[in-house]
């Protein structure tokens, strides 16, 4: 950690930014999603440093905010790793196989859902449907697109990702 970073891995740049973000819309009704949104972008999640900031700037309480961070599934107050992995648990998805699907990335990543590796590569989550059906079982990793998937599939999928 340098001295222009925080706990959290934030630079001044970073704090800077929030702050504008945060004055953009202190007397804008219904401003907390919008800047949760904005400083996401920001950080690339929403570190407990980061809430407690927009929490005084907008003068809305802790518990407000994690109620609204935890019930939207688009914010995250975890590091994403630079590849996304998004197992399917859809229903057409679930009853093919991609139950099995998540427990091989799991095993072979070392991580659970939510998480991300130590080298900040790869993070893993679970999500309701892609809108590919007909292809299910269906990952995404970050924009692309895999389906008809086994769980012996996963390790020639995390390779070419590796090799990026």
Same mark, same amino acid.
């Given at each position: 950690?340098?001295?222009?970073?925080?706990?959290?891995?934030?630079?001044?740049?970073?704090?800077?930014?929030?702050?504008?973000?945060?004055?953009?819309?202190?007397?804008?009704?219904?401003?907390?999603?919008?800047?949760?949104?904005?400083?996401?972008?920001?950080?690339?999640?929403?570190?407990?440093?980061?809430?407690?900031?927009?929490?005084?700037?907008?003068?809305?309480?802790?518990?407000?905010?994690?109620?609204?961070?935890?019930?939207?599934?688009?914010?995250?107050?975890?590091?994403?790793?630079?590849?996304?992995?998004?197992?399917?648990?859809?229903?057409?998805?679930?009853?093919?196989?991609?139950?099995?699907?998540?427990?091989?990335?799991?095993?072979?990543? &070392?991580?659970?859902?939510?998480?991300?590796?130590e080298d900040g590569k790869f993070s893993l989550d679970a999500c309701r449907c892609i809108g590919a059906c007909g292809l299910a079982p269906v990952i995404m990793i970050n924009d692309d697109v895999h389906g008809r998937l086994l769980p012996e599939?996963?390790? &020639?999928?995390?390779?070419?990702?590796?090799?990026?």
């Amino acid at each position: 950690m340098n001295e222009n970073e925080c706990c959290c891995g934030c630079t001044d740049v970073n704090s800077s930014k929030l702050t504008e973000i945060i004055a953009k819309y202190v007397d804008t009704r219904g401003a907390l999603i919008p800047v949760l949104h904005e400083a996401q972008e920001v950080y690339g999640y929403l570190p407990e440093t980061v809430l407690k900031k927009i929490s005084d700037g907008l003068n809305v309480p802790m518990a407000e905010i994690y109620g609204v961070v935890t019930f939207y599934t688009q914010f995250s107050l975890n590091p994403k790793g630079r590849f996304k992995i998004n197992v399917c648990m859809g229903t057409a998805c679930y009853v093919k196989g991609s139950g099995d699907i998540l427990e091989a990335f799991r095993k072979k990543l &070392g991580i659970d859902v939510g998480q991300c590796t130590e080298d900040g590569k790869f993070s893993l989550d679970a999500c309701r449907c892609i809108g590919a059906c007909g292809l299910a079982p269906v990952i995404m990793i970050n924009d692309d697109v895999h389906g008809r998937l086994l769980p012996e599939d996963v390790d &020639g999928i995390l390779e070419k990702y590796e090799e990026l």
